[in-house]
Structure formats: C-alpha cells, structure tokens
C-alpha cells in the first residue's frame, strides 16, 4: 500500500500510487463541520493522470447484542456516474470481523445511487446484525477503476456515531 495517515480516528491506505487519498474536507459536510472526503481538496476532484484508489478504515468497535444494529452514514458523490460497472468511480463498503480477520462486501454505490447522488447527502442503511457481538471495523473504498474522466468532485461521508458504540444506529 502507499502513504498512510490518520485523521479522527479514521486511518487512510492508498491502494495505489496516485496520488490521491481520503482526507478531512471543510466544503461539504452534513452536521459536522467536515467530511470525510476522497479526492484532492485543493482542486476538487480525484484526476491525478493515473488510477486512483483508497480505503478509510474506522476504528475498531463492537456490534451490541440486543439491538438491530444497522450502519449509518450520508454520502454526496459527483463521478462520471453510470458506467455500466461496478469497476470505475465506485465507493464500496466492507465490514470487518477483526477477530477473525476476514471482510465482507455490504454496499456498493453503483448499485445504489449509479455512483452520483446529484449534489445532495443521501443517507445509506446497511444492517449488520450478523456481526452482533463481535469486533468490527467499517472500510469505505473509493476506486477510480482508470485514470479516464476523474475531473469531478469525488466522494464525501458522514458518518453516524451511535450514543452506545461505533458507527451504529437503532
């Protein structure tokens, strides 16, 4: 992987050499003051001449029994939207049982939103129940898929932090 970097917990991995990563980002954001952002900031789009990729990780939390717990967060995408796969310009949601070391894909946005939310937060509801009781870790991955048409804003998130644990919600 390529540089790393920390920021509210979150920790960043580039996947590959492009130059561009996840950061912290003051533009857009939902109830916060920021958001969790992947592209480059300073121009406001991923473009880098070269494919971009790379995963936000969340900390470590465990899923509560007793409740159906269910990940929150809002997305705002502007991509070159519908491409007919998965493959390019795509944010991708893994939960991970850290204990067993294993993930599995949840979400994924070309399934969703055809990889643009057309300038609003959509808020997303993935349940994890099956990860009750277990520790966890949410990734969010933003993969260009190419080095073509990357001349747009990119990907934020919001995440919901819960009153009891995590990411999750009620």
């Known amino acids: 992987t390529g540089p790393k970097g920390t920021l509210h917990d979150y920790t960043f991995d580039e996947l590959v ?4 990563s996840w950061g912290l980002s003051p533009f857009r954001f939902v109830n916060e003051k920021f958001s969790l952002y992947f592209g480059n900031g300073a121009v406001k789009d991923y473009q880098s001449g070269s494919r971009v990729a790379s995963i936000a990780k969340s900390p470590a939390f465990n899923v509560p029994a007793g409740i159906k ?6 997305v705002w995408m502007e991509t070159e939207g519908y491409t007919g796969s998965e493959k390019f310009d795509t944010l991708t949601v893994y939960v991970e049982d850290v204990d067993a070391g ?9 399934s969703t939103l055809s990889n643009n939310t057309n300038g609003v937060f959509e808020r997303i509801y993935i349940d994890v129940s099956n990860w009750t009781g277990k520790k966890t870790r949410v990734h969010f991955m933003f993969d260009s898929g190419d080095s073509y048409f990357n001349d747009y804003e990119g990907c934020l998130l919001y995440t919901y932090p819960s009153t009891r644990d995590g990411l999750l919600s009620r």
């Open 17 to 20: 050499n492009g130059g561009v």
């Open 69 to 74: 717990a269910r990940l929150t967060f809002s």
């Open 102 to 110: 294993t993930s599995e894909k949840v979400w994924d946005s070309m």
